[in-house]
């Protein structure tokens, strides 16, 4: 019958959809976890070509340089590229695939930040960590997705902050002892600000400010959109604080506890 040719045709579409969500699955875990894989490998060919151009290893000819520069150029296109992958990724997830631990937020900020050694060597600018006097608790997080956080903020930060410069991320406890305890992260610099007619746009889908744009021409303007995300979805919040042309301070919050988490 006419009803029956219905429903099953209705029963083989409701298959190839599923059948095309767990393809769509398939590939997004394939190309999140072959980025992971090779950020690291890559960022030790970035810092081994530092090194070189450096001329801690030994003198280099001009023609030895300039192939070592290409190198560490090539090197720096293929780092962001793959981040441009992983931001995609992290735009598509749901909470459910998060894989939340109890995290060392201090130990995690000074992973990220040894990967921005060699820039702010280059660049001459200060990057400093400040933690808490006393050994703060574990938070209860994505440590993948936290990291991102991290990466976005100080890469920001070192991005538009002028040659000798300052960059500091510090890690306080004072909301430890409130009704939803937490750490708070404040990642500050003293590079360009953020304009005030801009400030409501900052976390929007591909916005970049326009006095960032004149100094860096590259950027997707996805970073501090995907941060608010993944902070939000931690249960914590993400703001800011900046006055143009003297640098801006971005905070967020992470909870301590599982139970904190919003729903």
């Not at 400010?209 to 021409?217: E, Y």
């Amino acid at each position: 019958t006419y009803a029956k040719q219905l429903f099953d045709k209705d029963f083989e579409l409701t298959l190839a959809n599923k059948h095309l969500q767990n393809l769509e699955q398939a590939k997004s875990k394939f190309v999140s976890v072959t980025a992971h894989q090779l950020r690291t490998p890559l960022s030790a060919i970035k810092w081994t070509f530092h090194i070189l151009l450096k001329g801690d290893l030994g003198p280099t000819t001009k023609d030895q340089h300039n192939f070592i520069e290409n190198g560490y150029e090539s090197t720096q296109r293929m780092i962001a590229i793959i981040n441009d992958l992983l931001n995609v990724d992290y735009m598509e997830a749901d909470r459910s695939d998060y894989n939340f631990l109890p995290v060392d937020l201090p130990a995690l900020i000074e992973s990220v930040l040894f990967e921005f050694t060699n820039q702010a060597e280059s660049k001459a600018v200060k990057l400093k960590c400040i933690k808490p006097p006393i050994i703060p608790p574990k938070v209860f997080a994505d440590p993948i997705k936290l990291s991102m956080v991290i990466e976005n903020l100080i890469d920001n930060a070192m991005k538009y902050t002028p040659q000798g410069g300052q960059v500091t991320v510090s890690v306080g406890d004072a909301r430890m002892n409130s009704a939803e305890s937490s750490l708070e992260v404040i990642v500050s610099d003293t590079g360009i600000g953020i304009p005030p007619a801009e400030r409501d746009k900052i976390f929007h889908r591909f916005f970049r400010g326009s006095n960032a744009t004149r100094v860096q021409t590259d950027g997707t303007g996805l970073g501090l959109f995907i941060s608010r995300d993944i902070v939000e979805k931690h249960g914590g919040a993400i703001w800011f604080e900046s006055k143009q042309g003297q640098g801006a301070q971005f905070h967020f919050t992470i909870p301590v506890n599982r139970n904190n988490l919003s729903n």
